[in-house]
């Protein structure tokens, strides 16, 4: 640290991306798609896109904005768009729980949420889950504090259903409820329509995982006309051109091509399939998870074991060192083929 730092920040604890790594891995740690993104990226980073990069962004982001309100059906002044949905999450949490502001979110979730209610000065109340993992709508009934959940959950994977979700946006009417869809297109029930019916309401999505786009850092959020209202107002006050030229050509091509998202898609939802049964009947228990990663225990071999003998057969997956998930490890599902490497290496190590 050095003499400069601001006293507020001396005990930050930053969150902890998982590795990236250049040597070749089967990377199963960090939830990214196997896949490519669709060829029509590839089409729209022309070479008179780069001609034109000595000029800004455009900080309306208008064509992205448009582009992803057509999918939800909603109108383009009820989108924000970020650089990866953390880049939304932390405007959120700022703008409507900074400064003292109350939040509260599962105990086990997304690591961030923590890091944004500590930077910014939020009260956070972290909600234990139930035995089995899932989360108990009950607890967020009528809590009157500003909530924060990731449905499907993270690294646990279960979701809540769309009823639940209304009652939690319903029964909070004078707080912002942010659902976290980053794994919704991996087979949840979205309440993306509810932004329709309540004020309340901000749901927030990334390209990073089902549009195989991690490394383009697109995010974004839909609310009420008056929350992107505000959102606005924090981004032109901090960062007016938060995404560049190429990520929002690139993301609003993207958006547009269903066919190819549906079938990739589609494939990660067989291959989890496949491989929740196969890790089962190797004695793994493993989540119902209906995200494009796996939550599994070995009765054989801790997790924090199993981990380590995995990188050395090349294969990362993510262990968290933490309380009630630590038997635990999250493994992203790659392609039918990797997964099977995995499967045979954990057969390897755990039949040794
Ligand atoms: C990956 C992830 C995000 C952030 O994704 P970006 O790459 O910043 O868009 C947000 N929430 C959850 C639960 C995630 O797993």
């Known amino acids: ?15 902890t991306p998982g ?18 993104p669709s060829p029509k990226v590839k ?17 309306e982001l208008k064509e ?7 999918q939800f059906g909603v109108t383009p002044d009820m989108v924000f768009c970020g650089n990866g949905s953390d880049d939304v999450l932390a405007f959120a949490i700022m703008g409507f729980c900074g400064a003292g502001g109350k939040l509260c979110c599962p105990e086990i979730s997304y690591g961030f949420y923590p890091v944004y209610a500590d930077i910014f000065g939020v009260e956070l109340e972290q909600i234990p889950l139930k035995d089995d993992f899932s989360i108990d709508a009950n607890n967020y009934i009528g809590k009157n504090k500003n909530i924060v959940i990731a449905n499907p959950n993270a690294p646990t994977g279960l979701t809540l259903t769309f009823d639940e979700v209304e009652k939690i946006v ?16 991996f087979c949840g029930e979205s309440c993306m329509e509810l932004v329709k019916k309540y004020d309340n309401l901000l749901v927030t999505r990334t390209f990073s995982k089902s549009h195989s786009l991690a490394g383009l850092r697109v995010g974004f959020g839909i609310g009420s006309k008056e929350i992107i209202d505000d959102l606005n107002k924090l981004k032109y006050s901090f960062n007016p051109y938060n995404l560049n030229t190429l990520s929002i050509k690139a993301a609003a091509a993207a958006i547009a091509d269903n066919e190819y998202y549906d079938d990739k898609i589609a494939k990660i939802v067989v291959t989890r399939e496949k491989t929740i049964s196969q890790l089962r009947e190797s004695g793994f228990v493993c989540t119902d998870s209906k995200a494009n990663f796996i939550f599994a225990s070995s009765n054989k071999i801790t997790a924090c074991d199993l981990a380590a003998e995995l990188r050395k057969k090349g294969i990362l997956v993510r262990y968290f060192n933490k309380a009630k ?9 790659g392609t039918d083929e990797e997964m099977q490497t995995l499967i045979n290496a954990i057969k390897e190590i755990t039949e040794a």
């Open 170 to 185: 319903a029964s909070n009417p004078d707080n912002l409820v942010i659902m976290d869809e980053a794994y919704m297109a």
């Open 19 to 36: 590795e990236q790594v250049n040597v070749k891995v089967i990377k199963l740690n960090t939830n990214e798609s196997p896949f490519p």
């Open 43 to 59: 089409e729209v980073l022309s070479e008179e896109v780069i001609d034109k990069l000595n000029l800004y962004s455009d900080p």
């Open 1 to 15: 640290m050095s003499r400069f730092l601001s006293k507020n920040y001396e005990k930050l604890v930053p969150y």
């Open 325 to 333: 998930i630590d038997n635990y490890l999250r493994i992203t599902v």
């Open 64 to 70: 992205l904005r448009s582009a992803i309100a057509e």
